[in-house]
T-cell receptor, first 113, second 112 residues
Framework: DGGITQSPKYLFRKEGQNVTLSCEQN?????MYWYRQDPGQGLRLIYY???????QKGDIAEGYSVSREKKESFPLTVTSAQKNPTAFYLC????????????FGEGSRLTVL | GESVGLHLPTLSVQEGDNSIINCAYS??????FIWYKQESGKGPQFIID?????DKRQGQRVTVLLNKTVKHLSLQIAATQPGDSAVYFC???????????FGAGTRLFVKA
């Protein structure tokens, strides 16, 4: 079945450590996104990518980094510079940036101890 | 939509009743709107969409209404079922925009 796979589902990190969240899609979509969701709040855009080897900052990119070396993959690194990294992270894709529905993964919950 | 911080608007309905979830969107130039459903601990799922050249669109048990004059979007769920309990988000895209803007969400509780 086509879809988006995020891993790990749960992740615990000590302060000062970088962590990388995986996102893989087999929908053949050009556009991919990372969102952050905090309890009781909506989704905030971290980074997005229109195409392979291209990515742009969203609204809250500070303390995060991404890469897009393959169409299928868009990993997110939460760096030690992110001051409040505990959150639910959602990866999504769409056929093109800014058009059509977003297809979401199941999310990764990061907790900083 | 505007963020309401840690306290999501909540709607509680009796099983079998109709639900209406409202959303105020932010950009008068937005031309495409989507409703998503998010169950606890999962990613949002597409429910229904509507383009700005329409006022109403119906799906299976769901209807979306768009009022561009007051920048208002609503989602109607007919014969609400326990499985409809979730957080519902409206989202908007604007022409040439590179991102989807999400509202803060509404939590729907369905009482059996």
């Amino acid at each position: 079945d086509g879809g988006i796979t995020q891993s790990p589902k749960y992740l615990f990190r000590k302060e000062g450590q970088n962590v990388t969240l995986s996102c893989e899609q087999n929908l053949n979509h050009d556009a991919m996104y990372w969102y952050r969701q905090d309890p009781g709040q909506g989704l905030r855009l971290i980074y997005y990518s229109q195409i392979v080897n291209d990515f742009q900052k969203g609204d809250i990119a500070e303390g995060y980094s991404v890469s897009r070396e393959k169409k299928e993959s868009f990993p997110l690194t939460v760096t030690s510079a992110q001051k409040n990294p505990t959150a639910f992270y959602l990866c999504a894709s769409s056929i093109e940036v800014g058009t059509g529905e977003l297809f979401f993964g199941e999310g990764s919950r990061l907790t900083v101890l | 939509g505007e963020s309401v911080g840690l306290h999501l608007p909540t709607l509680s309905v009796q099983e079998g009743d109709n639900s209406i979830i409202n959303c105020a969107y932010s950009n008068s130039a937005s031309d495409y709107f989507i409703w998503y459903k998010q169950e606890s601990g999962k990613g949002p799922q597409f429910i229904i969409d509507i383009r700005s050249n329409m006022d109403k669109r119906q799906g299976q048990r769901v209807t979306v209404l768009l009022n561009k004059t007051v920048k208002h979007l609503s989602l109607q769920i007919a014969a609400t079922q326990p499985g409809d309990s979730a957080v519902y988000f409206c989202a908007e895209n604007n022409p040439g925009g590179f991102k989807t803007i999400f509202g803060a969400g509404t939590r729907l509780f369905v009482k059996a």
